[in-house]
């Protein structure tokens, strides 16, 4: 399926380690030739070779920001790919000098224990999720959020028709139809 999507879009993943923000993101961008994805984790490795945090994140942060404009600028939609677990965070990777962007938050939601077998299986333990939890924050309501779920591929797939039905449609976050329809 193809994404006829509506507008230049600054679209920012939030989520739990194992979340499937990658997922989104890399089916985001294999459908749709005009968006590109900038991922917080492949910078830090390509960087460092480091998991988060790094050595130096405020300059992986303003690398992910200067590409994210970068490619704004050249007409393509950003995918940021981040664990973005703080208001802070989220705000810093929505916000662009950019004009005529819609941007959205898209915060993956799976439940605890099904996030936490996940992480064993990939890593041998759960201390991802953990770590993240002394620093998750909920997202401030005065950004554009769509809460997706995605605690199997069934899911996932609902979720994913009711995200891109958003992007091909005329109803941008700002709109008052917004909430009502996609939220």
Not at 116 to 123: F, V
Not at 130 to 143: E, L, S, Y
Request: hydrophobic share 45%.
């Amino acid at each position: 399926m193809s994404v006829a999507v509506e507008g230049l879009w600054n679209i920012v993943l939030s989520g739990y380690p194992k979340s499937g923000k990658t997922v989104l993101a890399n089916r985001l961008i294999a459908e749709n030739q005009f968006f590109a994805k900038v991922g917080v984790d492949e910078l830090r490795h390509m960087l460092f070779n480091e998991f988060p945090p790094c050595r130096d994140e405020f300059l992986i942060y303003s690398m992910i920001a200067e590409m994210r404009d970068g490619l704004l600028k050249k007409s393509y939609s950003a995918v940021i790919d981040s664990t973005a677990p703080d208001n802070i965070t989220r705000q810093f990777l929505l916000e662009t000098k950019v004009k005529n962007v819609n941007h959205l938050l898209v915060v993956l939601n799976v439940d605890r224990e099904i996030l936490i077998k996940r992480n064993i299986e990939k890593s041998g333990d759960a201390s991802a999720v953990f770590a993240w939890d002394k620093r998750w924050q909920k997202p401030k309501g005065d950004i554009p959020i769509f809460k997706f779920k995605s605690n199997n591929m069934k899911e996932f797939e609902a979720y994913y028709a009711r995200l891109a039905e958003l992007l091909e449609s005329e109803i941008h976050p700002f709109s008052p139809n917004f909430t009502k329809q996609f939220i």
